[in-house]
Every structure is written in C-alpha cells, then in structure tokens.
C-alpha cells in the first residue's frame, strides 16, 4: 500500500491523464477544399469541456461573392450569426469524462458547413480523436472524424 501511495506521489498525473487528455489543439481531417479545421479545448468552471476554433488551413474564400473574406458561419440557422467570422466559434460543448469508458459524451459538435448541432461523443487515443456527431443522442445516426493534436 505505501509504494502504491509513494507511486501516485512521484507521478500524480497517473490518476488525471485519461481526463485531461482531450486539452490542447487539434487539427481535423482535410474537408473535400483542402480545408482544415484547428480547434483548441479546455475545460471551463462546469468540469465539462469546450473547443473553439482557433484556425484554419484555408481561412479565405477562394472564390465566388465572398472571395479574398474570411470564412464566415453562411449556412447558421440564425440569420443574424450568418456575417460572423468562424474563427473564434465555439465548435464543441459541454462534453463531459466519463471515466469508466474512458470517452468523453454527452455533449453537442456544431457543423458550420450544414448549419446545424449535433449530439457529441468523443474518444482519445494517443495523439488521436475521433469525434462523433449524430443526429440522435444514442450516437447510431451519424457520422465520426479522425482529429490529429495540433502542435504549432
């Protein structure tokens, strides 16, 4: 029992590293643009945990009306939030550790490029996340992204 209690005094982080793995940047999977989404996740006062879009690979429009602007949320529900620049949006919300599956759920994924908010699960592994966005809050209508940590 000492050198167990000894062990979790030399190296604390033992007891928290699942938890905390999900903080920091990452960056998505290349969309069908080339584009890339890089968010940054923290946990906030409420123990659950947020991800704000801090970059993207391609933050200009390439062509069309808005060529040269910054990315804008064009297709938000919400006429008035349709001028906002991206950069900046909180993306990914109230996620919550589970601890006995080792995931993180129970909270809610905004697509900006179908204007829509999805049910959230996500799972770490290494330097790893695939992120769940479904349709139902059971997580058996959707879709899951592969995420890379961000080191820049």
């Known amino acids: 029992m000492k050198k167990l209690c000894l062990l979790f005094f030399l190296f604390p982080n033992l007891l928290f590293a699942a938890r905390e793995d999900i903080l920091g940047k990452w960056i998505s999977s290349k969309h069908k643009d080339g584009n890339q989404i890089i968010i940054e996740i923290r946990e906030k ?9 801090i970059g993207q690979t391609i933050p200009l429009y390439q062509d ?10 064009l297709k938000n529900p919400d006429e008035s939030l349709r001028k906002r620049k991206l950069v900046g949006v909180e ?12 995931r993180y759920r129970d909270g809610r994924v905004y697509v900006p490029g179908m204007g829509k908010t999805l ?5 770490i592994e ?20 592969i995420w890379n940590r961000y080191e820049k």
């Open 126 to 145: 290494k330097d790893v996340m695939k992120i769940k966005g479904s349709f139902d809050k059971s997580g058996i209508i959707g879709k899951t992204q």
């Open 45 to 53: 006062e409420d123990g659950k945990f947020y991800g704000t879009m």
């Open 119 to 123: 049910y959230a699960s996500v799972q």
């Open 64 to 73: 069309g009306e808005f060529q040269g602007q910054e990315k804008m949320d």
């Open 91 to 102: 993306m990914l919300y109230s996620l919550t550790y589970q601890k006995d599956a080792n």
